[in-house]
């Protein structure tokens, strides 16, 4: 099947606002994002952790067991189940060697009504496959982004086009053997043509793929807009203030533990908590989230939050227009 990101595709714009209000009046957050690395195996233009254009290394490691149970235990002491529950971040997950293990607590526990893992797709052997799928993971997201050796070298730093491809392959046959998850193959685009990306890069591979996809039930190809996130203030990208719905529905738990109201947070600029000092139900019942959302809705990011004002990862929802009935549901 081809399909759209949802963050911005406008089709499910009304449906997601209708269960972003329901799960703020139930004091629900309904997405979790889990980084089980911020180490990656890439250095991919386009991100902020490891395309160089920021001093990271200080920022990366591995998630520790004692973080990972916690949060388990965490998640288990919640009032209500995530819809949920995303392994990814700045780093490649599959380089945690425990990320099966991981993925199979959650699903075990029953935590979330979904578990979802994006990667790049490089290091995934047809064992690793094989424990994912085992671990009741039900959705595999690959990002591909290029669609020729040299243009994926350029874009994403490495010489890795062509086992990628061999494991995509592998990875759709699998899953179209097994039945009980789904895959996505995610192609970059960018209205802007930024970072290298073309629309003819894209179209490339949408064309290159589409016939693995388009008649099945199980393989999707998809398309993932790349934008600015930090870069975005430094060269002047033009900003807005509309009011962001990521730290309305979603959280970002790092390796290390601490927790983010938006995943393109790297230099915890939206912290809103550490899992070593507080309880995650604390976290995300907190004041520290709270404010960013109330931040959100009064109409000043540029002065107030230039992190948001210019970054480009904006959702397709527009709170504005339920700014006084979400601000009711925060004081509640």
């Known amino acids: 099947m081809l399909t759209k990101q949802e963050a911005k595709n406008i089709d499910i714009a009304a449906t997601r606002v209708d269960n972003l209000l329901k799960a703020l009046a139930e004091k629900r957050i309904l997405s979790l994002i889990v980084e089980p690395t911020s180490e990656c195996n890439l250095s991919c ?27 388990l235990a965490d998640l288990q002491a919640l009032p209500y189940k995530m819809a949920m529950i995303q392994f990814h971040g700045y780093g490649e997950p599959l380089l945690n060697k425990k990320i099966a293990a991981m993925l199979a607590a959650c699903k075990s526990r029953g935590l979330a009504e979904k578990l979802r893992i994006i990667t790049n797709g490089t290091v995934l052997k047809p064992e690793i496959l094989e424990e994912l799928l085992n671990s009741g993971v039900d959705e595999i997201h690959i990002s591909l982004d290029a669609f020729s050796r040299e243009e994926y070298q350029t874009i994403k730093g490495k010489d890795f086009f062509d086992k ?29 043509e930024l970072y290298g990306i073309t629309d003819s890069l ?71 908590g550490d899992l070593s000092q507080q309880s995650l139900r604390e976290i995300l019942e ?47």
């Open 164 to 192: 990628l491809m061999r494991n995509i392959y592998a990875a759709a046959e699998a899953v179209e053997q097994r039945q009980t998850a789904q895959l996505y193959i995610k192609l970059a685009s960018s209205d802007a």
């Open 286 to 332: 907190g004041r520290a989230l709270n404010d960013i959302r109330k931040t959100m809705l009064g109409g000043d990011l540029k002065h107030q939050k230039p992190i948001c004002y210019y970054c480009g990862a904006k959702t397709v929802v527009d709170l504005s227009t339920h700014a006084e009935q979400i601000r009711t549901l925060l004081d509640d």
């Open 45 to 71: 233009t386009f991100c902020d952790m490891h395309s160089g254009r920021y001093d990271t290394d200080h920022r990366k490691g591995m998630m520790s067991d004692a973080v990972f149970d916690k949060l």
């Open 202 to 272: 894209f179209q490339r591979g949408w064309d290159g793929l589409k016939t693995l996809c388009e008649h099945s039930q199980v393989v999707h190809l998809k398309d993932m807009p790349v934008f600015h996130t930090h870069d975005g203030q430094k060269i002047g990208f033009a900003g807005s203030n509309a009011p962001c719905e990521m730290p309305f529905y979603m959280a970002y738990v790092k390796f290390d533990g601490k927790i983010s109201a938006c995943c393109a947070d790297i230099f915890g600029e939206l912290a809103i």
